[in-house]
Structure formats: C-alpha cells, structure tokens
C-alpha cells in the first residue's frame, strides 16, 4: 500500500528546509563547550597538515586516524512529499540545490517526468492461461459466484473452499477472515485503533460494511452445516465487538497432506468508500471481500518451532497475510460495467442485456480482488523485454485521466522491466492498473495479485506522484505478491522493501534522487522494525518506521555495501523466498552470505531495536602553546556516539587560516577525543559534512563552531529547536 502524505505537505517540507537551514545557520553560531570532564575511551593526538610550524605530535594511543576517503556530492534538498528532486539530463545545467549550495536554499519537486521513453517492448503475444506447472505450494482453491447490486452496493456470493494441510499434525477447525466486519461499527478494532481514518480518507458517518456469512456446509457428501458452531474469536485484544475472525470447528480432523472442502454463502455490504474497500457512485473497489482462510504455519515457517494457526483481527494499521493458490471466479454484474481482477478472463462475459457474467481465473496468487465501473476507459498493451516474457498491461482509468494513458502506461512499463532486470522475472501474464475516480480515492494506492490501484483522478495534471505511486504499487507485486511476507507482524518487509525500490527506479528512470536527508529527519520516534503493525503508536508512527525508517535501514545497507553488491543482496532474497513467506532473520541471511560477513550488530540496533544514528560534536578547545619559539594550537575536539553507529564517521575539521581537514573516526566508541596541532585554532567542526550516514536523524549537534556569543547562540538554538518542534506537529503522514 502506497502511504499518501496530505496535499500541503509540499508546502510545509520547503519549510522544513527552510528550518533545516536555519539549523545549519545555527551550526555557525554554536559555543564551544566546555570539555565534559575527562570520560573518554579514546585520545587521539594528530597533526594537522599545516605544511610547516610547530613539532607535531604523534597518536596518544595505538590508535590511528585515517584521511576520510572523498565524500559525494551533495544529494540536493529534499521538499518533504517523498516526490525527490529530479536530477539534470545530460549537459543539463545541475540545479541549485544539486549543488553543494547553502542549505536554506529550497528546491522546487518535479511536476512532470521527463519525456523518457519505458524499455522498447520485445514481440509480445501473452498467453492467458493456467501455468504449465506451479509455482507455489498452492494449499487453497477457490471457486468464488458473486453477483453485485449496484442499487443496494451489496455483494451476494458463494465460495468453494478447498484446504490442504501442510502440517504434520490433524486439524479440527479452520479460521476466516472476514475483513468487511471492520467496518460494521464503531466498536471493532479496525476502527477503534484507527478512529475511522487510514492516511488522509475518512469515513462516512453513517456508512458501514459488513460479511454475514449464513452458511458453511462439508461438501464431502454429508453437507453437513457448521455455521451452528462457528463462533467468532479476538486472539489479539478481546474485543468482543470485533467479528472479523471466524473459528469454524470440523466435525473430523484434517489429515496431514489431506484436503477438506467447504461451500461458504456469505453477503456483503459495501460502505462508501474507505480503508481500500467500498463503492464511491457507480465504482466499487472490492478488495477483501469473501471469506479468506487464515495461514496455517507449519513447523519451520517462519522460524516456528511448532505448527498452528496464524491468527489476527483487523487492525488499524495492519494488512494482510494468506496463502498462495488458485482462484475460479464468477462474477455478475450489471452489462453496462466494466470490470477489472486479479488474473485474467477464461472466456468473453456472457450478456443477457441487463447483466454480464465474467470469468476470471488466477493461480499461485495469494488474493483476488476486482473493481468495476460503467465509466471506465480501457486501454490495453503487449508488453515483454528480455528478462519479461509477456504480460498485458491493461489500464482502468477514470474518465478524467483518459488524456493521462501514456503516462500510466510507461510507469507500467518502466516498473515492470526494471524490477524483473534487477530481482527476477514477473511470471503473470497480466496486469491490471485501476485509476478510481476522485472521489474514490479511499480505494487508490493499493496492491493486490496482478492488480493494483493508483491515487483517485483528482488533478487534471498531476505531479510525478502519478508515477511514484505506479511504480510503488507494482513493486508490490514482488515483494507482497510473490514473497507474501507476513503484513500483520513484519510489515516493513513489505512496506520498507518496496518503499525502497520504488527509489531506486523513481531515480534510474525519472532522474529523481530520495529525499534521504530530510526523510531521516522524519524519525522523532524510531521503533523496531519486527513488531506487530498494531504496536505501533497510531498510524503516523507506523508509517514513520515501516515506510520511512525501513527504507532508509534498507538504504544505510547499500552504503555500506555498495549499490552493486546490495542489488545482488535484494535479487538473492526475492529468489530464494519467493511464494515461501519470508521472515525477516530470512533477509538478513541472505545478506550475511551475499557479503561474507556478520550484520548481526546492525539488525540487532536498527531493525530489531530502535535505533537511530546521533553522533555529536561535544566540546572544541584550542590551548595556545610554544616551542622552540614557535607558537602554535593544540586543538581538543571531543566527539559523541549517542545513539547507533556506523562504520567510518566522516568529520572536518575547518581551522581559522581556511585550512580544511577531513578524517575518519571508526564510529564504534562511545567518546573520542581528537587533538590537532595547528598554526591557528580551529574555527568549526562538522561530523558527516556531506550528509552521507542516512540513519542520522539529529543532525542539530553535529555541528560547532568556536567563537559565537554566548546568548546569540541560546537564543538561536532555541529558535529553531521550537521550529523544528512546531513543524514535527504539523507534518503528519
């Protein structure tokens, strides 16, 4: 799911940029200091290359310190909307804020992508077929008749269930989810933890959702009706008004390896469109909408050490989990609609006049949703490049976003190549892009198996967002669709993984570089990342750490590693996991033996614990000494870990002369003193200048400069402080 900052966040990140200047305007204000008493795990004596003068002393310790390797360009300003900066074409002049500008310079985001062609497409002729084998372990068939009122927006259906054991252990009893009941009241848990609201949608008041199920029959020759015991269970908080999880007891246990069927017959009540589902006028957006086995884990799965149900409500800011197999489906609607699904059509809809019967068919997915309108424009095209077989990208858009094709279609186009080059091959031969009206928008920014929804057509001209949120959803296609981590308890392996590829191709195709700077500045409440998605305090500090923190987590790694070498990190765990559900100690397996070498520290302190990076300029001193005649500065430069660390802390050392030094600290001790002889005292020190260590999120006191008055520097710390303090209100997700 594609998380949506509001409209004006735009506006209210240039101020942020703005303030972050500001922040740097106040590094050159700060007062050095006092040294903090003598508490130190390191003191470096090192001589500045001043070319001449005074004896130079050597290391104080067996420490060394070492010339920091050259830093990168300035990454440019970040506006706050996740939107980038675009990046100059080839012989294009590079932007101001490209540049290593002053900070309070201010970027304008991109409001259109450049004219650049998707990757040309091979001969493509997609066969829409069953695959010639499976691709996953297939342990659910479902045969889904479901018929759509438009005048009462009610769904009246019957499910087929088949359900394989993939344990080791008899089963007496399957569970469901019935994801519609979140909105059946004020009392569920859905709307309790979420208070009605998901991003920036509300809900109606007035307008609820519900999935009665009034029958649940064996179709093992008994028809044996099971609804009688069923009986409705909140394993996550109690809640007694929350129904969207039904415990279904067997009259006979579930062998392992064997199969059980059920014929459920349920109905469903669309509200108005909220929270990914519901109808807005004559569209409707059904997504979660029948009874949906829960994951039964057998033993190993996912790192457990004895088989069971993986049980959860509805919550507030959790999505979904659920196991791969084969969908059969009916739907009846009425003819003038045109309808968009998971999977492809087995055979042209069959019209009475009044209504349309379509067929749709999907196998080694995990889901099956479809939305239909009388108002959609449709537009299809073969697609295929060497590492893409064939797929049809097929287009649903709104009316008002008709003139908007070519765009959908190249992100289309541009995602789907480079995500099949960089991980591995898309192995549908559809995919479905829905672009709900305006007023819709509840059901936009959503992904499920080969179908995915971009943001309601609001604006005549929308910005790269029309892009961004394309290529965000198609990139779910791999790692939801086809990875199929568990949503409800490791969401970032989800929302993080795709956040962060969606980066990687907004700036290979659209030339638009991650906000990485002031992303990180986001982080005022870092969490672990393994943790259940209701844990989370609200919905902004879900999407602060799932969305945010997990990519910049995930881009902290690429630093480190390399582009070159992370990619093959990526490509080895999409490969290896795919259709298996992945655990996150899953990745970073992957990671260790791509790289040789343990990332047990780092996942312990930024993936299973809370950290962020703040490394801090503590105290400056500068002793004027003599010797032999000659007068020089010993320098004292006291240096902080606060919070995690990192391998290799830029710092430079900037002296009153102009004479520029950079150096290396390692980064792992809690304090280092760093002394530097030079002909004149220092004048500031930054740590990580060029803004590099993408995890540091306080950058307010990696700054310091020597000789400012003591109550300017108060009173402009403090200034900014309660800017930057107004404006974390104001920006909410």
Known sequence: MKNRLPASITSWGAVLIAACGAVLLTHTLLLADNPAGDKRTTAWAVAADSGGGPPMLRPAASHSVMAAPAPPLAQGLADGSSTGLRLPADGEARPAAARAAPA???????????????????????????????????????????????????????????????????????????????????????????????????????????????????????????????????????????????????????????KITLRTDFTVKLPQVFARMGYAGDFVMAGQWFPKVAVYEPQGTRGRTDEGWNLHQYHGNSEFYADFGIFDVKLKLPADYKVAATGFPTKPPVDDGASKIHTFYADDVHDFAWSASPHFVYYEEPYATPQLPGVRIKLYLDPKHEHLKARYMTAAKKALARYSEWYGSYPYSTLSVVVPPEDGNGAGGMEYPTLVTAWGAGEENPSLELERVVVHEIGHQFFYGMVASNEFEEAWLDEGFTSYIEDRLMEAEYGVRPNTLVESSYITSPEALKKNAWSYDGHGHYAENVYTRAKLVLKAIERQTGPETMNKIMRTYFQRWKFKHPTTADFQHAAEDVTKTSWQSFFDQYVYGDSMVDYAVASITARKLTDNGQTYYENSVLLRRQGGSVQGVPVRFHFTDGTQLDKTWGGGDSEVLIKLNHPTPLAWVSIDPQYTIVLENKRINSFMKTEVDPQLSVRWNLSVLKILEVLSGWIAW
């Open 104 to 258: 309070a310079e201010v970027p304008t985001a991109p409001t259109a992508p450049p004219a650049t062609p998707a990757p040309p497409s091979l001969p493509a002729k997609p066969a829409e077929k069953p695959a010639p084998k499976p691709l996953s372990g297939r342990i659910v068939e479902y045969h889904l008749n479901a018929e759509y009122d438009a005048t009462g927006k009610m769904i009246t259906g019957t499910s087929s269930l088949t359900w394989t054991n993939p344990g080791s252990v008899p089963v007496s009893e399957l569970y469901f989810h019935l994801y519609p009941n979140a909105f059946e009241s004020k009392k569920s848990t859905f709307m309790r933890e979420s208070g009605g609201k998901l991003r920036s949608d509300v809900s109606k008041d007035g307008s609820y959702g519900s999935l009665t199920v009034s029958s649940i029959k064996m179709l093992d020759g008994s028809e044996a009706e099971l609804r009688g015991t069923a009986e409705y269970v909140q394993p996550d908080d109690g809640n007694k008004d929350d129904r969207t999880l039904l415990r279904v007891p067997l009259p006979k246990p579930v062998e392992p390896g064997a």
